[in-house]
C-alpha cells in the first residue's frame, strides 16, 4: 500500500505545469503607451506569435461608456479565437455592496452579454471580493451564480501586473526613460515567480498541480511584454493551455469553505486545509516591493 502511494504521489508531481490565461476589466481605458485600439490589436498578435491560442477575458460592459470602439475590440478578441464572461456591469466590491444590488449588477452585465459569440458561463469576481468575512453574503451570491447557471472563474494565481503597469505608465507619462526589455523580464519574472508559488501550494495539498487560471488585465505592460511571458514560463518547463481546459480540471470543483478568497482558490484550499494566511500570499503581491524592484532594474539609470 505504501508503494502505491508513493507511486502516485510521484506520478502526481510528475505531471506537467499548466497555465492558461485571463484578462479582467474588459474594455479598459487608454494607457501611457497605447490607445486602446492600438492594445487589442497588439495583444492580439503577440499572443497569436507566442502560440496562446485561447485567452479568457472578463468583460465588465460598464466600461463601454468610458471608453471609446469598447465593443469592437472585444468583438475582435472573440474573433481570434478566445473567450469572453461576465465579469459584473460596475465592478463593485460584494463586501460594498448590498447583496440584492450586487446581483442585479451581474444580471445586467448577463442581458448585455447574452448571445454573444464567444460567451462563456463564468463569472470572475471583481478584486476577488467574495464578501470577505460575510459568509451569508458569499453564500447568497453563490447560490444566485448557480441558479443563474453561472460558475466561479476563480484564479489560482494571484499576482500584481495592475501595480507594474502603473509604475511603467507613470514614468512614461513623466519622460522618464523606461528600459522596455527589463521591464518585460520583470514581470515575466514576477509571474512566473507567482506561477511556482501557487503550484507548490496546490502539490502540497492537493499532491498534484491544477491546471492553473492566471489572473492579468488588460494593460499596456500585457501588450508589451506578453510574449516575454510566454517564453519565460516555457523556459520553467509550463504548458500554456486554454481557458477551457483550465477551468475543466478537477479543481473547479471544488468550494472552498472559507472566508479568505482574495488569494485565488488554490489558497483558498491550503486556508482550509490549516495554512495561514500569511503564508498564502507571494512576496510581490506587495506594491512597496514592485516599485523597488521597477526602480532598481527597469530606471536603474536614474532617467
Known sequence: MIAILIGALSMAHAEPKRVAISFDDIPRHAGAFFTPDERTDRLIAEMEQAGIEQAAFFVTPGNLAKT???????????????????HSWSHNWLRRTETADYITDIDKAAHWLEGRAGLRPWYPYPYL??????LEKRDAVRAHLSAS????????????????????????REGRDVDMTAL???YAETLVSAS??????ARRHLNRSPAH????????IAANCIGTLASAYRAAGWQIITADEAYADPIAQIEPDTWFLGSGRVAAIAHVGGDAPRDLVHERTDEAVLERLFEQSVMKNGD
Not at 213 to 220: A, G, R, V
Request: proline share 0%.
Open 213 to 220: 487560471m492566471l489572473l492579468l488585465h488588460e494593460t499596456d
Open 68 to 86: 471609446e470602439g469598447g465593443e469592437a475590440r472585444i468583438d475582435a478578441y472573440v474573433a481570434s479565437g478566445h473567450v469572453i464572461a461576465n
Open 196 to 201: 511556482e508559488y501557487s503550484n507548490d501550494i
Open 184 to 186: 518585460c523580464d520583470l
Open 129 to 134: 471580493d467574495h464578501g470577505g468575512r460575510d
Open 149 to 172: 447557471g453561472l460558475k466561479v472563474g476563480y484564479v489560482t494565481i494571484d499576482n500584481y501586473d495592475w501595480a507594474l503597469d502603473g509604475l511603467a505608465n507613470a514614468a512614461k
